[in-house]
T-cell receptor, first 114, second 113 residues
């Protein structure tokens, strides 16, 4: 049951350009969404989050957009840097569950070329 | 910066043996989690723990699994009789509140042979 999907396994962009990573979800109960970055042999690192009452959240070079009607969110990285090369996971949770359980997508491997 | 630490980084065990994976969550965090990632697959939720009890567990978290907070700092995952399919990266995570971002440890790679 893939409630959170990242349909692009990989993405390659040039340094300085925009990276756009996409995520779709099927469970309309999800109301809190997060993006994590993961390097090999490390745990996921929190990047940015958004609650369903917003449609955009920005933190430096990272912006997350949420389209509730389409059940879609995206992460924009501008400008992309070689150090951004990693696997990016979208995750979702249900606030009212009170447990903090996260459902992850499969991940998208981003490669930023110098 | 505070971090979640996990030991060991790699554990090799024979099928049928018991293993205990250890985690030290961030000190002022109250919610604790275990996730796992089988090679090539997505990160999967196993269990959440709050106030010394399990608050939610997945279908994966069957009777072979248990969690414990034996003292004020450690959080452990025990697998009683390991199977080959338990081979995975196991991540511990914690957060201050259930509605804030979770911080993950670096993981323990469990290899069952």
């Amino acid at each position: 049951d893939q409630q959170v999907k990242q349909n692009s396994p990989s993405l390659s962009v040039q340094e300085g350009r925009i990276s756009i990573l996409n995520c779709d979800y099927t469970n309309s109960m999800f109301d809190y969404f997060l993006w994590y970055k993961k390097y090999p042999a490390e745990g996921p690192t929190f990047l940015i989050s958004i609650s369903s009452i917003k449609d955009k959240n920005e933190d430096g070079r990272f912006t997350v957009f949420l389209n509730k009607s389409a059940k879609h969110l995206s992460l924009h990285i501008v400008p992309s840097q070689p150090g951004d090369s990693a696997v990016y996971f979208c995750a979702a949770s249900i606030f009212s569950s009170n447990t903090g359980k996260l459902i992850f997508g499969q991940g998208t491997t981003l490669q930023v070329k110098p | 910066e505070p971090e979640v630490t996990q030991t060991p980084s790699h554990q090799v065990t024979q099928m049928g043996q018991e293993v205990i994976l250890r985690c030290v969550p961030i000190s002022n965090h109250l919610y604790f989690y275990w996730y796992r990632q089988i090679l090539g697959q997505k990160v999967e939720f196993l269990v959440s723990f709050y106030n010394n009890e399990i608050s939610e567990k997945s279908e994966i978290f069957d009777d072979q699994f248990s969690v414990e907070r034996p003292d004020g700092s450690n959080f452990t995952l025990k697998i009683r009789s390991t199977k080959l399919e338990d081979s995975a990266m196991y991540f511990c995570a914690s957060n201050r509140d259930w509605n804030t971002e979770a911080f993950f440890g670096q993981g323990t790679r469990l290899t069952v042979v």
